[in-house]
């Protein structure tokens, strides 16, 4: 597939006037790319875009593909995560000195990181997300509840609503499957502590750290407290959490916006009883930081029309783009204004968030940890049902990520 | 690949005799040969030239850089001292061995006893089990591992909740992939669920072709039900239950799809499998020379437990010939 649509490419380049665009499905929405390929056509007279939509499963075997390949196309969006992968392996063009050019100063600081390596920009922002916390403002308001700003704001405002619905014994005030791994990184990061941290190319696992177990501590906590159902031993989407959320016997659930419309398939009146807030931090009146999942924009290094590539990137940075990609629920990548995003609760909550957005270690083997067997999870399995106690599990999930990353 | 597999079955018996071959021209003496040639080629180059591959590719380093660049780069053993000199690898090995065992026992003697079943019972009974049966076959295996999670599902399975209606309220809210045996455990219930349908099919045709009247005999001189099954039943379907023993064996060892879905070889690595610990290092790593390297030592290892197999297979060939 990727190798037809990079031949086809190449038959029709003869005129020098075509740009394959590869997009993923589901990013930037058609009415935006609609009108931003007519503006790029009228600006660049016989250029003509060739948009292609990809899908998300087995990307990655087809940019290898294509990337490798003698007719790449000269735009492409990269899964953040999947980013640094490329950026290594030098198949990405260099974009550090047109930076500038394309908002550079208004970058999304957890894409940034991840489109960079050996400091340079292989990768631009494009879009991101984050989680926040779904609740159920009909039973918060009966409760009495207010959004909680802190961490023990939260716990109490769990405990309230476990009180307040005591008469259903199938209530959870929070769902909260046990692999949830991006709260805990959440958690991690408002401790000040990390995962990983970079010396050269080397990443090294910091999971031996107190910050680490007292964000492990605190994850016990919620599932103490919340008493969740939740499997202790599978992530969010075993089962998936957006339908247990839709079946109302859930107050709140760490989510990402679109969960909602998830949960509303189930129960179309959910939406509008819902709302969100940033995830809590330990120091009340702040928001803890949030794992910023998202894509990037590159161009490959064997683009045969890399200036062109340039220019459309030049355009899709640019804040009248970047504001549609706000209205459409995602965090803008390179523009801070999310006024758009903000219009509904659930992207403004997102916003909050994501100026304290961070970025998984922008190590070239991440994609091993997610792809694979991930440690963390399996430290939360372990510390969770007890099976190993703090010190045991980050010691064994510290040795595991070692060992994937190194 | 099954029509090139059964093209080649027929024409295998075809050469004649050595003694009238000698007095035939060539031209008809290649014809049999040139008939085999196009299944012979389709075989060598589908099934040989991957085969061949994976084997070049173990010898060499083969990440994402190199796969990306195109480059070639030998490093004669080092893929296997890598995965040899893992402990992990030996413990993963045992588990697969001791799994693909459990799976195989299983499916070959519930399958045997279905097949014996279906013999001994009446027609429209028979014919009820048989649809079940087909059905239980064509579930697609993915659907069957959602429909199998959602059975033993902690908080929401129907078996949980079943249990406790017996009055077992210990398995409310029970968690059976908190641990690799467990989880393994119920993979294997889902493995054996949907090989079962085929090994009874093809014993229970082979249990059609005792003649009845050898089970009238075996009644007339007063053996028991147990008798009559080791003098009767068995002696006519001993090859194929080897046979069934065999494929199952095959097909077990190298079951992945299941195993991964169901908790992708977790809690904590503990129903790792040999495929999964190649999907891991060669999909999920990019360590594409490993993973063809544990791909080669798997093989290795299926060879070893299925030498006794083989060697029959390869003695009865000949003698048939």
């Known amino acids: 597939m990727a190798l037809l649509a990079t031949g086809c490419g190449g038959g029709t380049a003869a005129g020098s006037g075509e740009l394959t665009v590869w997009l993923m499905n589901g990013s930037a929405p058609t009415s935006l790319t609609d009108e931003l390929h007519k503006e790029f056509e009228d600006k660049h007279p016989g250029v003509k875009v060739k948009y292609e939509i990809q899908q998300w499963t087995g990307i990655q075997d087809k940019l290898t593909t294509a990337l490798a390949g003698n007719q790449p196309p000269d735009v492409v969006e990269l899964g953040n995560t999947q980013n ?91 769902y909260l499957a046990g692999q949830n791994w991006y709260s805990l990184l959440s958690f991690i990061w408002d401790e000040g502590g990390d995962i990983a941290k970079q010396e050269g190319e080397k990443f090294t696992a910091t999971l031996e750290t107190a910050q680490v177990k007292s964000a492990l501590e605190f994850y016990k906590q919620l599932v103490e407290v919340s008493g969740t159902k939740a499997p202790k031993d599978a992530d969010e989407q075993k089962p998936e959490q957006a339908g247990v959320y839709g079946q109302g016997k859930v107050g709140m659930i760490i989510g990402l916006p679109w969960e909602v419309d998830t949960a509303a398939k189930t129960d179309p009146s959910i939406k509008a009883k819902s709302a969100a807030f940033p995830i809590p931090s330990k120091n009340a009146g702040t928001n803890a930081p949030v794992f910023q999942g998202g894509s990037n924009l590159a161009i490959p290094a064997g683009s045969k029309n890399a200036a062109l590539a340039k220019d459309y990137l030049k355009l899709m940075t640019s804040a009248k783009y970047q504001s549609q990609l706000a209205k459409s629920g995602m965090v803008p990548g390179t523009s801070k204004d999310t006024g758009e995003l903000e219009a509904s609760p659930f992207g403004a909550a997102m916003a909050k968030g994501s100026r304290n957005g961070r970025a998984v270690p922008a190590s070239p083997k991440w994609g091993t940890v997610e792809e694979g067997q991930n440690p963390l999870k399996d430290m939360l399995t372990a510390y969770l049902t007890g099976a190993k106690d703090a010190t045991k599990a980050t010691a064994d999930a510290a040795a595991k990520l070692n060992g994937l990353l190194g | 690949m099954t029509a090139t597999v059964d093209a080649v079955a027929p024409v295998g018996p075809v050469p004649p005799a050595p003694s009238a071959v000698r007095r035939r021209p060539f031209g008809e003496r290649a014809l049999p040969y040139l008939l085999l040639a196009p299944a012979v080629l389709a075989l060598l180059v589908m099934l040989g030239w991957p085969a061949l591959q994976v084997v070049l590719i173990s010898f060499r380093k083969l990440d994402l850089g190199e796969l990306v660049r195109g480059e070639v780069v030998w490093t004669g053993f080092d893929n ?19 799994f693909t065992a459990g799976c195989v026992a299983g499916t070959v003697l519930a399958g045997l006893g279905i097949a014996v079943l279906m013999r001994h019972i009446g027609p429209k009974v028979r014919i009820v089990l048989q649809i079940a049966l087909v059905l239980a076959w064509a579930v697609p295996i993915l659907a069957a591992t959602t429909v199998f999670q959602w059975i033993f599902d902690q908080q929401y399975g129907i078996l949980n909740k079943t249990l406790v209606l017996l009055g077992f309220e210990s398995f409310a809210g029970h968690s059976w992939f908190s641990t690799g045996a467990s989880t393994l455990v119920v993979i294997g219930l889902l493995i054996v669920w949907q090989a079962v349908p085929f090994i009874a099919f093809t014993l229970y045709a082979g249990l059609l072709a005792v003649p009845r009247d050898l089970y009238e005999a075996a009644g007339m001189d007063g053996a028991s039900g147990t008798q009559t099954f080791r003098a009767v039943t068995w002696p006519s379907i001993a090859p194929l239950v080897t046979m069934s023993t065999f494929l199952s064996v095959l097909w077990d060892f190298k079951v992945f799809a299941q195993v991964w879905a169901i908790r992708e070889g977790g809690p904590d690595g503990g129903s790792t499998t040999l495929p999964v610990l190649q999907y891991l290092k060669g999909i999920a790593s990019s360590h594409f020379g490993v993973a063809a390297a544990v791909a080669v030592v798997m093989t290795l290892v299926l060879v070893v437990f299925t030498a006794q197999y083989l060697r029959m297979l390869l003695r009865s060939g000949r003698e048939e010939l």
């Open chain 1, 84 to 174: 640094p992968k490329f950026a290594k392996e030098r198949v990405l063009t260099d974009l550090t000195a047109d930076a500038s050019e394309l908002a550079g100063s208004q970058w999304l600081e957890g894409l940034k990181q991840s489109g960079a390596w050996q400091g340079k920009q292989y990768g631009v922002p494009f879009y991101a997300a984050n989680r926040s916390v779904i609740y159920r403002k009909d039973l918060f308001d009966k409760a009495g509840i207010k959004e909680p700003t802190s961490r023990a704001e939260w716990l109490e405002a769990i405990r309230k609503l476990k009180a307040a619905n005591a008469s259903d014994p199938e209530f959870q005030p929070l």
């Open chain 2, 80 to 98: 296997y001292a890598e995965v040899l000199a893992d402990p992990e690898f030996w413990s993963i090995t045992l588990r697969t061995v001791l």
